[in-house]
């Protein structure tokens, strides 16, 4: 059942910039409509702008999945297909799940300092756009030279961990399929810390392997916690990260959940 079949009026709005999708959403908000639901027709970038912009809204949001990894997506047990996407939209309740806060910004799925931010702030749009995925390893490449400058901290309950590269995620899900949580979710009010010691190319090739197979927690170098507590993370001088896949965010960061709730669509068949 498409959502012209489901009677469903809908209106389509499109965003010329970053952070367009925050305002768009703002302006949504304002309407004080509650038939309305916000449809992310992207990526996780949009996801975490909408995010944004419904901060005291009770409006339920649905997924499209068009972007390059679609973690949210595979979540809500939507993956990348279209057509399962509308059926959601049309059929699903909404359930409330849990988000958090990075420096006060509120996010979804991840923050991420190491490895992945460093590509992440070295990633090329024009690319992105052409390359999907395979963007990101290009991107990679050219902060290969930092690999070996990551000197990372992070408190977690009190606890000082040295770290080379750090995941604080509320998610299963990372960098599209692959599994790095497999006790987490969106509804659990808690964040799954994966804390990578080794620095340098080649250790980034073996964790790369590693997450692949899914086995990037069994590996003897890296600590992989939970907390529902508020985490820490410094470094000796500023270093970027990101969050749920966007950069903007650099060090020191207090990642903490928030309080206000989010109601999403999720469909019933898992993820």
């Known amino acids: 059942m498409g959502l012209a079949e489901a009677d469903c009026e809908v209106e389509i ?4 910039g970053p952070g367009h999708a925050m305002v768009l959403t703002g302006e949504l908000v304002r309407r004080n409509d509650p038939g309305i639901v916000i449809v992310a027709a992207g990526g996780d970038g949009t996801v975490s702008e909408i995010l944004n912009g419904l901060q005291g809204s ?12 679609n973690v949210l997506a595979r979540e809500l047990g939507i993956g990348v297909s279209i057509s399962k996407a509308v059926r959601t939209l049309v059929t699903a309740e909404p359930v409330c799940v849990h988000t958090a806060r990075a420096n006060g910004k509120r996010f979804l799925l991840m ?3 190491g490895y992945d931010s460093l590509a992440v702030a070295a990633l090329n749009s024009d690319q992105k756009r052409r390359f999907g995925a395979f963007a990101y390893v290009l991107a990679a490449v050219r902060a290969v030279r930092q690999f070996n400058n990551m ?3 992070v408190t977690v309950d009190g606890v000082v961990y040295l770290a080379s590269s750090v995941i604080v995620t509320k998610v299963r899900h990372y960098g599209g399929p692959f599994v790095i ?15 990578l010691k080794g620095g340098g190319i080649l250790n980034a090739i073996r964790y790369g392997i590693a997450l692949l197979s899914n ?6 170098d890296v600590d992989a916690i939970w907390t529902d507590e508020d985490i820490y993370l410094t470094a000796k001088t500023e270093f970027p990260c990101q969050h749920d896949g966007d950069a903007g965010l650099s060090t020191p960061v207090r990642i903490s959940l928030d309080k ?9 068949s898992g993820g």
């Open 13 to 16: 709005l499109k965003t010329d």
């Open 111 to 113: 923050v991420g300092a």
């Open 58 to 69: 009770a409006l339920p949001l649905g997924v499209i999945p068009l972007g390059t990894a």
């Open 151 to 153: 000197e990372l901290e």
């Open 215 to 220: 086995q990037l927690p069994e590996l003897a």
């Open 181 to 195: 949580a497999r006790d987490s979710g969106l509804d659990k009010p808690r964040f799954d810390v994966l804390i």
């Open 260 to 268: 206000s709730a989010l109601w999403i669509l999720k469909s019933g």
